[in-house]
């Protein structure tokens, strides 16, 4: 049973960081892409960033490009969002996500996780 384990969500100031975890079982995570996607209430899910599998390719939303960056721990199955210069309008549930090809298309993603609420106030 594939599992994804969202962690690091939080309170945090305008202008602050956050680092989010997804830490991953039951599936081959060397072989998988990993993507990270938020939703805010009332708004469709939306893509942020997305990891290749071996970590060499990474794709970003133009509204976090130079401020969030995505990366993966192969030994630790594990997939980062580390979020800098932190905007009210980040506020929203942050997924991780595990599908076999580095897309911003959340359709291109097999396995999803449960959330982290992440809530920057200004």
């Known amino acids: 049973q594939v599992q994804l384990g969202e962690s690091g969500g939080g309170p945090v100031q305008a202008g602050g960081s956050l680092r989010l975890s997804c830490a991953a079982s039951?599936?081959?995570?060397?072989?998988?892409?990993m993507g990270w996607f938020r939703q805010a209430p009332g708004t469709e899910r939306e893509f942020v960033a997305t990891?290749?599998?071996?970590?060499?390719?990474?794709y970003y939303a133009d509204s976090v490009k130079g401020r969030f960056t995505i990366s993966r721990d192969n030994a630790e199955n594990t997939v980062y969002l580390q979020m800098n210069s932190l905007k009210a309008e980040d506020t929203a549930v942050y997924y991780c996500?595990?599908?076999?090809?580095?897309?911003?298309?959340?359709?291109?993603?097999?396995?999803w996780g449960q959330g982290t609420q992440v809530t920057v106030s200004s």
């Open positions: 990891i290749s599998w071996s970590g060499g390719s990474t």
């Open positions: 996500a595990a599908g076999w090809g580095a897309t911003p298309r959340a359709e291109d993603y097999d396995y």
């Open positions: 039951g599936l081959s995570f060397s072989s998988a892409a």
